[in-house]
């Protein structure tokens, strides 16, 4: 089968939503996005699909959600907070 998934997201919440989408996917269906022929993404979609494409599995971006990743990339990754807003300009 060829298949596509496309993430859009918004922001923190919108990723943590899309993991739980995903999630149901995979349990309702049995179909594991990492066989995905075509992986895209923006804003948080890009790095989800950038984990699933690289091979990390859904289960494993649920328990990085829940904070209890046994992996210690994904540890490192959540826990890595970005601003809220972007630094100020300096001058020059």
Not at 6 to 20: N, S
Not at 42 to 58: D, I, K, N, Q, R
Request: glycine fraction near 14%; include cysteine.
């Amino acid at each position: 089968m060829t298949a596509a998934l496309v993430i859009g997201c918004g922001g923190t919440i919108g990723g943590a939503w899309t993991v739980a989408a995903l999630h149901a996917l995979a349990e309702e269906t049995g179909w594991d996005p990492r066989e995905a022929t075509v992986l895209q993404g923006t804003s948080a979609g890009a790095e989800l699909v950038t984990m699933l494409g690289g091979g990390v599995a859904v289960a494993d971006l649920v328990a990085m959600q829940r904070g209890t990743a046994t992996d210690e990339r994904l540890r490192r990754h959540i826990a890595a907070t970005p601003p809220s807003l972007p630094p100020i300009p300096l001058p020059r």
